[in-house]
């Protein structure tokens, strides 16, 4: 507010001066003798006609000023103006206007009257720091330094155009900052620098453009539109504020808006580059990622996994489309058994879009695949707490099971079997692995070998024992723990096996040389 207060500093001329004329108008009343004078005598007609003029102008430009102490700068605006059309020659009725349009905050309109008031009257001080300060509100901060270089030529002293001086040295400094940041990709510097500029530049177009551009480049979207739509607000044909609004479009993932806006920007400038680039990116990106869908929905995952990755190379910048296209592209590896390389791609989706609750699914989904149940958990875990539904609550409860079963002994690991092995493959499987670990096969070995196959022995009886019991086997593939269900749970390994091959005297193992044994049954 201090900025547009100072635009206008002073006043309109002549506000705070009773009726007299400013000191660079020239003489508005001259003496009249009140006698009668002849129609022919032109120059004396001409003499009064002027005089008549001026002082209606005078008049106008009084009303004017009234209006402007109100605060009333439409009908400031409106008398001045009716002032201006009498007398187009008198500075200081340009330099009111000019005062008037910016309290209106209509600053190039206020330009073009204060550069008129100093073409009239080049000592016009007050017209020379109008037009400055409009300069300097527009972004145009080297023409707002030579106005305000010649103020100080007229008055040295003048403390207002000093500091405005300075604020047009602080953005020309900005502006130098803002560019090697940009070229460095330091969005961030970029829009602080912009709000500094801004800050005595508060009408600059451009800065606010490139402000909103790089916005849209952090993703704060709402933002960058917000500021786009202001611009567009007050002038509709903006080419770069239309681009940036498809550039938040195109970044959002809605293609088609975001083309009609780079056509439209394109319309209202031929040579804007950066519309034309980005209305080709979108395009690509919109028929590559739709060709890559199909591929998929046909059962080509192959290509369709191609066809993803192609389309990621297209734009780096479009943080949201690629976040799918990098989910997508986990789908059809997850598709293809490229699991680790699924999970991949969804941490690269998440590192993208933080938000992106789909990839946290997929992500989850290929851990449990691959047994990592920490993991799953932990992505469950942040989906369930985003968006608490159901099925969310139900994969979080299995990924919490499966991560509690991975923690117990794996029976069917044990046995080597499969989870869904029949009653039958699982008596093969301990038949086998009784065998391959009992003692007395080792009774030769090394002392550490001994312990290490009785170990094994037992965890296969008790792995059988558990397997083999319909309702152990139940309750254990439930996830529950045994020991909790008041099951008897003591395991006998010789016990098991004995009963297992019939009883004593069934089963014994006989050397025939170092380390060679041959099983016999009774």
């Keep these: 507010m201090g900025i547009l207060r100072t635009a206008a500093e002073g006043g309109a001329e002549g506000s705070m001066k009773g009726t007299h004329a400013s000191s660079h108008s020239p003489p508005l009343y001259s003496k009249m003798a009140t006698v009668d004078f002849d129609s022919s005598a032109d120059p004396e007609m001409d003499l009064t006609s002027d005089e008549e003029l001026e002082r209606e102008a005078e008049g106008f430009k009084e009303q004017g000023n009234a209006y402007y102490v109100k605060k009333d700068y439409p009908e400031a605006f409106n008398f001045y103006t009716k002032a201006i059309d009498l007398c187009p020659k008198n500075a200081s009725y340009y330099g009111n206007r000019a005062a008037t349009l910016m309290m209106l905050s209509r600053y190039r309109e206020a330009l073009e009257d204060s550069q008129q008031a100093v073409r009239l009257d080049e000592s016009f001080m007050k017209g020379h720091m109008r037009e400055g300060k409009c300069h300097l509100l527009l972004g145009n901060a080297m023409a707002a330094s030579r106005c305000l270089q010649r103020v100080l030529e007229l008055e040295l002293d003048n403390s207002q155009a000093q500091q405005e001086l300075k604020n047009a040295e602080s953005i020309l400094e900005y502006e130098r900052m803002a560019e090697i940041s940009f070229e460095k990709r330091d969005f961030r510097m970029v829009v602080f620098c912009m709000d500094r500029a801004l800050e005595s530049a508060s009408a600059c177009h451009r800065f606010k453009v490139l402000k909103a551009e790089c916005l849209a480049l952090l993703g704060r979207y709402p933002e960058a539109q917000s500021v786009a739509s202001d611009i567009l607000r007050m002038d509709s044909t903006n080419g770069d504020a239309l681009y940036v609004r498809g550039l938040c479009l195109y970044y959002e993932d809605c293609i088609d808006k975001a083309v009609q806006f780079f056509v439209q920007a394109l319309r209202m400038a031929p040579d804007h580059e950066k519309a034309r680039l980005a209305c080709r990116n979108a395009k690509a990106l919109k028929a590559k990622k739709e060709e890559g869908n199909k591929a998929f929905k046909d059962g080509s995952y192959e290509e369709a996994y191609d066809l993803y990755s192609e389309a990621l190379t297209i734009d780096p910048n479009n943080i949201k489309t690629n976040a799918k296209l990098y989910c997508n ?168 096996f004995k009963a297992f091959f019939g009883g004593p005297g069934g089963f014994s193992f006989e050397a025939s040389g170092p380390g060679n044994f041959f099983f016999q049954f009774g």
């Design 329 to 496: 592209r986990a789908t059809v590896g997850s598709k293809l058994n490229k699991l680790e390389q699924a999970i991949e791609d969804c941490t690269k989706a998440i590192k993208l879009d933080e938000t992106y609750i789909k990839a946290y699914l997929r992500r989850a989904q290929c851990y449990m695949d691959t047994e990592q149940y920490e993991e799953a958990v932990r992505d469950y875990e942040k989906v369930y707490q985003t968006e608490k539904t159901k099925e969310h609550k139900n994969l979080l409860k299995n990924a919490q099971l499966e991560l509690k079963k991975s923690k117990r002994k794996d029976y069917y690991k044990v046995l080597g079997v499969d989870k869904n092995a029949t009653e039958d493959e699982i008596k093969k499987a301990y038949r086998k692995r009784a065998l391959m670990h009992h003692p007395d096969r080792h009774s030769g070995a090394s002392a550490e070998v001994q312990k290490e196959e009785e170990k094994k022995f037992k965890e296969v009886g008790e792995a059988f024992t558990v397997l083999s019991d319909p309702k152990k086997k139940s309750r254990y593939d439930s996830g529950h723990d045994l020991e909790d269900d008041d099951m008897n749970m003591d395991f006998d390994a010789n016990n098991i």
